[in-house]
């Protein structure tokens, strides 16, 4: 049996069960959510930047950030609108800009 000891997709066990293969799962712990789905952002984003399929690895960035917001308490409304406010106050990235040095 693989090992894999990761946060996983609802649905996944209902994946694996339909193959014929069995998994062995458990619900998280309050304590121990918020560390699997950081852990899970990073995860999708390392696939992502490996991957080919940049637009599936970023619909799996956004359902970790889904899920981080819900998880933190937070509404998407609060965070579309500091998103805002440190785009006008800093800017976006719209002129790829890259800081070599400063002093």
């Given at each position: 049996m693989k090992t894999f000891r990761k946060l996983i997709h609802d649905k996944i066990p209902e994946i694996i069960a339909a193959k014929g293969e069995h998994a062995r799962v458990r619900v998280l712990a309050g304590t121990e959510f918020l560390p699997a789905l950081e852990n899970k952002l990073l995860e999708e984003v390392q696939e992502m930047r490996l991957g080919a399929e940049k637009k599936t690895e970023i619909a799996d960035i956004y359902e970790v950030l889904d899920a981080l917001i819900a998880a933190y308490g937070f509404s998407k409304e609060e965070i579309i609108a500091i998103q805002a406010r440190k785009r006008e106050e800093r800017g976006g990235f719209e002129k790829r800009l890259?800081?070599?040095?400063?002093?």
């Open positions: 890259f800081l070599e040095e400063a002093e």
